[in-house]
């Protein structure tokens, strides 16, 4: 086995512990969450979609990266 693969097996573990630290535990809990609500069709896997589509019907108001519900004064 040439020297180069060699090392690039022995820095998979290294870069693994990396991604899961920086972050890549809680993106791959979120797309199985995804993955399962999709499945059981609780939530459509295609959300923005869902989420734009209500914004358009100002079912939904867009703040920042996230949605609220629109407030209506009295």
Do not use: D, K, N
């Amino acid at each position: 086995m040439p020297a180069a693969l060699v090392r690039l097996f022995q820095g998979l573990p290294f870069s693994q512990l990396v991604w899961i630290v920086s972050g890549g535990l809680s993106v791959l809990r979120h797309y199985i969450i995804r993955l399962l609500l999709a499945r059981s069709r609780t939530f459509p896997w295609h959300a923005p979609r869902l989420l734009e589509e209500a914004t358009t019907r100002i079912l939904l108001r867009r703040v920042g990266g996230g949605y609220s519900f629109p407030q209506q004064t009295p």
